[in-house]
């Protein structure tokens, strides 16, 4: 292919690519002498106008572009294959950041699902096993019994107070006021109208035995 068929080529793909080419990613194309029975000088880099494009770092990646158009050079040794390398290499470097996207975007679900089922966990609490089961029952009745102790203790308390608030002595004005003080009275005058005939009597015996 003379310099004329070259120049006719790029006419087309400028015609094709107006924008898109330079849009992002820079193909720098040569042709040697012998194009198209050689291949190509291929050099990409990004256009100077662009901002990276995410999930692709052409200095990193540049190489791994390049290399996948190596079949399509291949297939196409002997005809004009710019367009076609083009069209290729736009494929591939989709292909790689889409992939790059679904990797991201699948970590990025992966860890809202982790805290999702850390949120989860704190409504639901652990789950209930047998074993985990008997040794909560153990642990009511544990704190049952020591409500039961406790309770009952309390009143066997409380009565003991009650009953020695009873025992104690009642003092005048209690008696008074319970009805106590007349009976109480009663009680001392039949105890010494006893002794008084006790004495009488103790007396007249006296007499009888002298």
Known sequence: MGREEQTEERE????IFPEEITACLL?????????????????????????PPYHLDVSKDKTQLLDSLTATIDENIGMAMIFTLIST????????ILERQNAAQAIKD?????????????FHGEAVTRDSFLSWRERFRAEMEETRLKDEADRESELGKKKMKMEE??????????????????DEDAGEAGELDGLERLKIGDRVSS
């Open 12 to 15: 087309v793909l400028d015609s």
């Open 27 to 51: 193909l720098t194309v040569s042709y040697p002498s012998e194009y198209p029975d050689v291949a190509p000088d291929l050099d990409l880099s990004l256009s100077p106008s662009s901002l």
């Open 89 to 96: 290499l736009r494929e591939n470097t989709e292909q790689l």
């Open 110 to 122: 992966e860890e809202a699902h982790r805290q999702e089922e850390a949120e989860n966990a704190k």
């Open 169 to 186: 002595k009642l003092t005048g004005k209690q008696l008074w006021e319970k009805g106590l003080v007349g009976k109480i009275e009663e």
